[in-house]
T-cell receptor, first 114, second 113 residues
């Protein structure tokens, strides 16, 4: 079964450093998302992306965050200057444009900011 | 108004028993209510979903009950098995699911052998 793949699975970074989390969505999907889950908390929406632009973003997704689809397959989340409170599991997700509303999640990238 | 409230936070059920997880919402614009199952170290995976035009949907041992007037929906797992032990998230969305998901806080289910 096709799946969303994410790298790295775990990253430890120092506060203030830039981090890039990478995702390869399912190949025929055109809508992409980043969600995050702080340990023990609920899954929270960060941003959605379609047609090479952000279609929706949450209050969490401030100027420190950016997303990009640099080529035909990768979808990245950049955190410019990490803070301790950015420590979380970041999930990439994707879905078809039409013909199915199921959002498929990757296994996540666990970010630890020290 | 965007919140989805989920209870209980954790649940222990004996093998063969019925697991029941409840969710409530405020936003009447929500029109798609999925349940996601998450195993440790994995991403959430869609388990079952319901639209508000029906009051119940069943898929195998999993049933969603939906009460539109009360703005509540619940997941019932019949004949619970140890392999069902996972965290379950209810969620809600607008535009028939073609929009972002708002998740509940999750319920950690443990099915004892």
């Amino acid at each position: 079964e096709p799946e969303v793949t994410q790298t790295p699975s775990h990253q430890v970074t120092q506060m203030g450093q830039e981090v890039i989390l990478r995702c390869v969505p399912i190949s025929n999907h055109l809508y992409f998302y980043w969600y995050r889950q702080i340990l023990g908390q609920k899954v929270e929406f960060l941003v959605s992306f379609y047609n090479n632009e952000i279609s929706e973003k949450s209050e969490i997704f401030d100027d420190q965050f950016s997303v990009e689809r640099p080529d035909g397959s990768n979808f990245t989340l950049k955190i410019r200057s990490t803070k301790l409170e950015d420590s979380a599991m970041y999930f990439c997700a994707s879905r078809q444009l039409s013909g199915g509303n199921t959002i498929y999640f990757g296994e996540g990238s666990w970010l630890t900011v020290v | 108004q965007q919140q989805v409230k989920q209870s209980p936070q954790s649940l222990i059920v004996q093998k063969g028993g019925i697991s029941i997880i409840n969710c409530a919402y405020e936003n009447t614009a929500f029109d798609y209510f999925p349940w996601y199952q998450q195993f440790p170290g994995k991403g959430p995976a869609l388990l079952i979903a319901i639209r508000p035009d029906v009051s119940e949907k069943k898929e195998g041992r999993f049933t969603i009950s939906f009460n539109k007037s009360a703005k509540q929906f619940s997941l019932h797992i019949m004949d619970s098995q140890p392999g069902d032990s996972a965290t379950y998230f209810c969620a809600a969305s607008i535009n028939a699911g073609y929009s972002t998901l708002t998740f509940g806080k999750g319920t950690m289910l443990l099915v004892s052998p």
